[in-house]
């Protein structure tokens, strides 16, 4: 499903339940968050739509947690995803070296958490993904887990932004 042609807080508002699931859907891979913020509508404005993102996220169990994971590619592995690409994209063209050591150390965080390292990476370089990385991999469990809840949301604000803003005629998000 192509993501209809609409612009702002008004015409997210007006689209169809499932529409907007879909759109939701895409910047965060759980379907429960997606339909929990699709039924929220309508909202004022675009900080509303954020800040109750953010609450929802907050909300969610550990189950739906990993579902929304499962949408995210590791840290230097190519995505089919536009938004991961683009999040990424610090990445592309990183040392062999810096891109072993992010796929070992990817490996090593996978194995203490089980879970994918997430990071707003915002496009920034990959030497900095690992060494934040390489610091979070000292916390225990239960701080990561909120660590990686915090980046979510962070993600998740950057493309609810990104949908709500204008693009032009067949561009993807």
């Known amino acids: 499903?192509?993501?209809?042609?609409?612009?702002?807080?008004?015409?997210?508002?007006?689209?169809?339940?499932?529409?907007?699931?879909?759109?939701?859907?895409?910047?965060?891979?759980?379907?429960?968050?997606?339909?929990?913020?699709?039924?929220?509508r309508p909202f004022p404005d675009a900080e509303s739509l954020l800040d109750e993102a953010d609450l929802i996220?907050?909300?969610?169990?550990?189950?739906?947690?990993?579902?929304?994971?499962?949408?995210?590619?590791?840290?230097?592995?190519r995505s089919t995803s536009v938004a991961s690409t683009?999040?990424?994209s610090g990445v592309v063209g990183a040392d062999a070296d810096v891109l072993r050591e992010l796929r070992v150390s990817n490996a090593e965080y996978e194995n203490r958490f089980g879970h994918v390292y997430l990071v707003f990476a915002d496009g920034r370089p990959a030497e900095v993904l690992?060494?934040?990385?390489?610091?979070?991999?000292h916390n225990d469990p239960e701080t990561e887990r909120r660590v990686m809840r915090g980046e979510l949301a962070k993600i998740n604000r950057s493309r609810l932004t990104r949908m709500l803003s204008p693009v032009s005629e067949g561009s993807l998000q």
């Open 86 to 88: 683009r999040e990424q």
């Open 1 to 40: 499903m192509r993501r209809p042609n609409w612009r702002g807080i008004d015409s997210f508002n007006d689209l169809t339940q499932a529409q907007a699931v879909h759109s939701l859907y895409e910047c965060c891979s759980s379907r429960i968050w997606a339909i929990r913020v699709a039924a929220a």
């Open 57 to 77: 996220l907050a909300e969610l169990t550990d189950t739906d947690l990993d579902e929304a994971l499962e949408g995210h590619p590791r840290i230097g592995e």
């Open 130 to 137: 690992l060494d934040i990385l390489r610091q979070r991999l």
